[in-house]
């Protein structure tokens, strides 16, 4: 017996995700519930991992299953596929088990051909609607299963209309699109020599080769790494008997949801076309009525449609994204999901369900998507300035937040002035489609001309947290001079615009903005998940103001502080260079000694901005050439000071020269070469701890003291007995009690090798994963980026091992060091410290290694403090 590849959607249920896909597990769940879904099939998504085995190509099982359930569709629906009397019509869906709107892709009108069209118009008794069908399978065949592409189709359609002297493609009669109809299949031949498909069979195939094929497109795999979406999952695909929203005025199409998208607001949001198929509606070619329209033409469907909206919600206890269509008055569900939402409506959406009694506070927890929050967690307008500023537009509020750029007219370019130039950017576009991902994930924000609330810029820009706003129809744009208009101004490329997605408001200036703050929800959602997580989040800051915004979004503690970082003002510069520069110790001493004052504000400062946490110090950790003076001017000021010739100095910063310095002198090498440089940091570590302890009597500050890039057990223990004398000796000397920590980085791959050796020495690890991803890999994190991108093509990694921990290499090692750390030290204090420890599925995996804490930057602790929880409720 061969396996089964193949479901009926009454065959199915909700619990199948990971065989038949979101879609098509939600098709099966809402048939088993009983409402009007057009009967289909799902090819699992097991069926899609055996096409790539194969080869991509579909085999016999595969085919012969899928040809036995169009047979049982037959039965089904009482018609026959590619009978010109009675014909059986059929969609072809993606479905992954993750929501991916937009990423893969849909045919529509399947089993058309010049004689079943003919068939179908005498059948339905409405020859424009047949015709509009024929023309529309002809251009998404084209571009979807043959990639053609979509344009050369719409400038034939822009030809007619303007022929027939319309604006609108409603308004094209039956001969009209029986001539497009024509046209395209021209084109189908003239762009690929040969005549489009007839055969309804061989149509099918085509398509679910299609869409299985689709799941590796360029958007596809681009959208699964930016939401960590494994590529071995696949997809599935839905085979649907067709149903008409473009039959006639008494048909239509939308898509709606049970609350709003972009607030969270409680109630049906959504809109429809009349005489229209989906795709006019996310496209955003016309601009739709909203759903609640529908209670005055239709109240009975609009009634229908509400009960099965509230059904569903209460079901799936979530917010919920559903597709319609209305077949002369007669209402037919097609996909029903969780929807896409804002970050701010996630949070409104899960404490009302738990209000509701729909969900408990841990399930509110879970539902929020982590890294969805940074857009919470940065700038909004300025309230006195917004104020001020006269908006030149206004359209749709598609994605909540304030945005400020610069104007672009290409998602290429977008991604090209963010990642080259370093400009923040607006992408202003007639209507965004799902090619243009990558560059509106490096915009700041998107504004279309056309598009509804619903339309792929919507969508999507909710998904990635951007500001949107859309449908802009007072905007005259031309994109190729890279232009537009609005409100009786011109815009180039380069221009600043501003734009406000909670308003639909658009600024033609750049309007300043002001820090996010955590409350109301947020903050509801944020102390829940404080309550579930084990893990500690402490935060990488080397100056106040970023400890005090660490602090105020929620850090306990500083995981780590970069001491080369304070070195380089222009006050203390010319210090550093002197210390490089000495001869002798006592010279090095002296130059140290002017920076001691500094360092030890430094670390006051930051412990003060800590209120009393623990603050993590790592001592000088970069090679000595980063701080020399490369201008002639400077390097002849610091010969003079130093009482030497400018062909000494040259001489010195030639001699500090390495081939590979991320691999040089650098780190603990430098407190052995020049234990001086040691014995400055902690004396200015241990007197700030001492002055703030002082003022703080309740504080208990106890500072930790951190070793960078050790690598055997005696560096560390050479340099911790430089730190320990010193430190002993200025708390004797001050006549106080003090309890301080020594400990390490493990960045280094021996270093997590020997950690049972190292921890004899270290009463801490903080696992520094960007350079232990470094030499663990044996890439430069530096330049890895210019060969990443062929790996990700060709499928040797998925992610980039700097963005998220490679839990396979790197994730073993620091494993391994866990536990030969606590075999040795059982109280030894774990962390991470590095890049990694603001993402979230690292954050998971140093739940499980049994880490005490993880480290992050400033503005990734909420995201932090929200993963943390949701590990823990994982692996109860």
């Not at 504004?447 to 449908?471: D, E, K, N, P, W």
């Not at 404080?530 to 100056?543: G, K, P, S, V």
């Not at 911790?720 to 960045?747: F, N, P, Q, R």
Request: net charge negative; hydrophobic share 40%.
């Amino acid at each position: 017996m061969s396996y089964k590849f193949v479901y009926l959607f009454s065959e199915g249920n909700g619990n199948m995700r990971e065989l038949l896909g979101g879609k098509g597990a939600n098709l099966a769940e809402m048939t088993n519930l009983g409402m009007p879904v057009p009967q289909g099939f799902t090819v699992t998504t097991e069926a899609c991992t055996q096409y790539y085995k194969d080869g991509q190509e579909i085999n016999d099982d595969i085919k012969a299953q899928i040809f036995d359930h169009m047979k049982k569709m037959e039965e089904i629906s009482g018609k026959k596929f590619g009978d010109p009397e009675n014909p059986l019509l059929v969609s072809v869906r993606s479905g992954a088990r993750a929501s991916m709107p937009g990423m893969m892709d849909t045919i529509l009108n399947l089993g058309l051909n010049d004689e079943v069209v003919e068939g179908f118009a005498k059948k339905t008794g409405n020859p424009r609607f047949a015709y509009d069908s024929y023309r529309r399978f002809i251009q998404m065949y084209s571009d979807v299963v043959m990639e053609v592409g979509k344009k050369y189709f719409e400038e034939l359609i822009d030809e007619m209309k303007e022929k027939k002297g319309v604006t609108l493609d409603t308004e094209l009669d039956a001969d009209d699109l029986k001539e497009l109809a024509n046209q395209f299949k021209a084109e189908y031949k003239a762009k690929l020599g040969v005549d489009f498909p007839t055969d309804p069979a061989e149509q099918l195939m085509g398509a679910v080769k299609a869409v299985f094929r689709s799941w590796d497109n360029p958007r596809a795999i681009y959208y699964r790494r930016m939401n960590d979406i494994p590529s071995d999952w696949g997809t599935a695909v839905n085979v649907q008997m067709m149903v008409f929203g473009n039959m006639g005025d008494t048909s239509g199409t939308g898509v709606a949801f049970s609350r709003n998208p972009s607030t969270g607001e409680k109630g049906l949001y959504g809109e429809y076309l009349m005489n229209a198929q989906g795709e006019d509606v996310v496209a955003g070619v016309r601009t739709p009525q909203p759903i609640s329209h529908l209670k005055e033409t239709n109240p009975a469907v609009y009634e229908q449609f509400c009960n099965i909206v509230d059904t569903l919600e209460k079901h799936y206890r979530d917010m919920q994204d559903m597709e319609f269509t209305i077949e002369e008055g007669k209402l037919f569900m097609l996909q029903t999901r969780n929807g896409k939402r804002t970050p701010a409506a996630a949070l409104q959406i899960a404490c009302d369900l738990v209000d509701e009694g729909m969900r408990t506070p841990e399930e509110a927890v879970a539902m929020i998507e982590p890294r969805s929050l940074d857009a919470l967690l940065h700038p909004t307008f300025d309230t006195k300035a917004l104020k001020a500023a006269t908006p030149v537009g206004s359209a749709l509020p598609a994605s909540p937040g304030a945005a400020c750029g610069k104007v672009v007219f290409t998602a290429d370019d977008a991604t090209e002035w963010t990642t080259q130039k370093g400009e923040k950017v607006i992408l202003v576009r007639l209507e965004t489609s799902p090619e243009d991902i990558e560059g509106m994930n490096y915009a700041q924000g998107i504004l279309t001309v056309r598009g509804g609330m619903t339309s792929h810029a919507a969508v999507v820009a909710r998904g990635m947290g951007r500001c949107c706003v859309s449908g802009c129809g007072d905007i005259k744009i031309n994109e190729a001079e890279k232009v537009f208009t609005l409100g009786g101004k011109t815009f180039h490329e380069g221009d600043y615009i501003s734009l406000d997605g909670s308003t639909g408001n658009i600024y033609g200036e750049a309007i300043p903005t002001v820090e996010a703050s955590i409350s109301g929800n947020f903050d509801r959602i944020m102390k829940w998940a404080d309550e579930f997580r084990t893990l500690n989040i402490r935060t990488n800051a080397d100056t106040p103001r970023d400890a005090k915004q660490a602090r105020s979004f929620g850090a306990e503690g500083i995981g780590l502080c970069r001491t080369e970082h304070m070195f380089f003002d222009s006050d203390r510069i010319k210090a550093m260079r002197e210390m490089i520069v000495s001869d002798t110790v006592e010279q090095r001493e002296a130059a140290l000694a002017k920076l001691l004052p500094m360092q030890q504000g430094d670390f006051e400062a930051l412990y003060e901005a800590m209120e009393g946490c623990p603050v993590t110090i790592r001592f000088l950790d970069p090679p000595l050439h980063e701080f020399v003076p490369t201008e002639e001017d400077d390097i002849a000021e610091l010969a003079k000071e130093m009482g030497k010739t400018v062909a000494d100095i040259k001489a010195v910063i030639s001699g500090l020269h390495e081939f590979n310095p991320m691999m040089g002198h650098r780190g603990c090498r430098l407190a052995v070469t020049y234990p001086e440089i040691a014995a400055m940091q902690t004396k200015a570590v241990i007197q700030a701890a001492l002055a703030v302890n002082a003022r703080h009597a309740d504080w208990n500050i106890v500072p930790e003291i951190m070793i960078p890039l050790v690598g055997e057990v005696k560096e560390l223990a050479y340099v911790k007995s430089v730190v320990t004398k010193t430190a002993d000796e200025v708390i004797a000397a001050a006549g106080a009690e003090l309890t301080y920590k020594v400990g390490t980085m493990i960045e280094i791959p021996r270093a997590a090798l020997t950690a049972d050796e190292i921890a004899k020495e270290a009463e801490f690890f903080s696992f520094g994963t960007n350079d232990l991803t470094q030499m663990t890999f044996g890439f430069s994190r530096d330049d890895a980026g210019k060969f990443l991108g062929a790996y990700y093509d060709k499928k040797i990694y998925e992610s980039d091992p700097f963005a998220k921990l490679d839990q396979v290499g790197v994730g073993k090692l620091v494993k391994m060091a866990a536990e030969l750390g606590r075999a040795t030290r059982p109280d030894i204090k774990l962390g991470i410290c590095g890049e990694h420890g603001g993402d979230p599925s690292t954050i998971e995996f140093c739940h499980k290694v049994g880490l005490n804490y993880v480290s992050c930057s400033p503005f990734r602790v909420p995201i932090a403090r929200l993963a943390a929880a949701q590990a823990a409720l994982n692996n109860k």
